[in-house]
């Protein structure tokens, strides 16, 4: 795993990778470095994405990773999300730290994410609703903040909740069935995997409200519903916490919700995914699910002597 870094105060804006820049240079690896090349997409070496995408995996369009979203806040339909996340408001912003953690607080977000440094990583995201897409995120390990919490031992989960408002979010047709604020968890040790960001932009600019804004989690081996959005709260547990969808219907949704094309959703296969990809007649080609969506190498050692089937 190669990650090089920098400072996100040393990055002038000029410097920002252009979103062309990171899909030529994509082109160009596939077309001559061959299959798990790695991925330097951006045009200097010092933003670094890992180097685990595979051969196909072009980044997505800024217009398609920010026109088709899941935030149930603001609507059902993919594209209510850019239609009216306009609405929330992302500053200031606070993010609660408590639970079991020697150093709880209340953080502006500015004073939260300064102590980190800032990194571009392109990864797979893979939605439970088998579509998916490729994209370049820029944010900072989660396990940073878990470190400067300093949870005590006792902790074994990490909590996470998004703003609830509903004069920000307007989709209140929901309200009855979903228990909000939208909550998700993971185990400490999955937070604390070097893959696991907070994220607060893409394509080297500010993260668009409909993506999460200003601060979400990506966790690139699980379905994106554990990528919980807008978060302001993280709370260390003793328990398995509960989280949105699991609580809503657990016989589809589990705590873990990794991606595996051997678990079938009880309405649909999960063996093959939508890579959107704009071509002509559909928008996407259908290609194979791979076990932890292709981060297997990174992360199946946490899950050694699970039984997957059971913990999905
Ligand atoms: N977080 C909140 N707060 N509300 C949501 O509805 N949807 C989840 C996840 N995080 C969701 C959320 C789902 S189902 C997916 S697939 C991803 O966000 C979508 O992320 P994207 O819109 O950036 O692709």
């Not at 995408?53 to 059902?76: A, R, V």
């Not at 998916?132 to 300093?150: H, K, Q, T, Y």
Request: charged residues 25%; aromatic residues 12%; glycine residues 6%.
């Amino acid at each position: 795993m190669i990650i090089r870094t920098r400072k996100n105060s040393d990055i002038p804006s000029s410097e920002i990778t252009p979103e062309s820049a990171y899909i030529n240079r994509r082109k160009f690896l596939g077309a001559s470095a061959g299959i798990g090349a790695a991925a330097f997409l951006s045009r200097d070496a010092a933003a670094s994405p890992l180097s685990t995408l595979h051969q196909d995996d072009e980044p997505n369009t800024w217009d398609e990773i920010t026109t088709h979203n899941n935030f149930y806040e603001f609507g059902l339909d993919k594209k209510d999300p850019s239609r009216n996340a306009h609405t929330l408001v992302t500053k200031p912003w606070t993010v609660k730290v408590d639970g079991l953690c020697k150093k709880p607080g209340d953080y502006q977000l500015e004073d939260f994410i300064k102590p980190s440094t800032i990194e571009d990583r392109v990864y797979r995201f893979r939605c439970v609703e088998a579509w998916s897409m490729v994209i370049p995120w820029r944010g900072f390990p989660l396990a940073d903040v878990i470190n400067r919490a300093e949870p005590d031992s006792s902790a074994k989960y990490v909590a996470f909740a998004t703003l609830w408002d509903p004069d920000q979010m307007p989709e209140r047709r929901w309200k009855p069935r979903i228990g909000w604020p939208y909550r998700e968890g993971l185990r400490l040790d999955e937070a604390m995997h070097p893959l696991s960001l907070l994220v607060n932009g893409l394509y080297g600019k500010e993260l668009p409200n409909q993506n999460g804004a200003p601060l979400r989690v990506i966790v690139p081996w699980k379905y994106g519903f554990k990528s919980i959005k807008s978060i302001v709260r993280m709370t260390f547990t003793e328990d398995e916490p509960p989280t949105t969808w699991a609580t809503q219907t657990p016989g589809e949704y589990g705590f873990y919700s990794n991606v595996n094309p051997d678990v079938s959703h009880p309405r649909w296969s999960q063996a093959t995914e939508k890579r959107i990809d704009g071509s002509k007649f559909f928008g996407y080609r259908r290609i194979d699910t791979h076990f932890l969506n292709g981060y297997a190498d990174e992360v199946a050692h946490l899950y050694e002597g699970m039984d997957l089937q059971k913990y999905f």
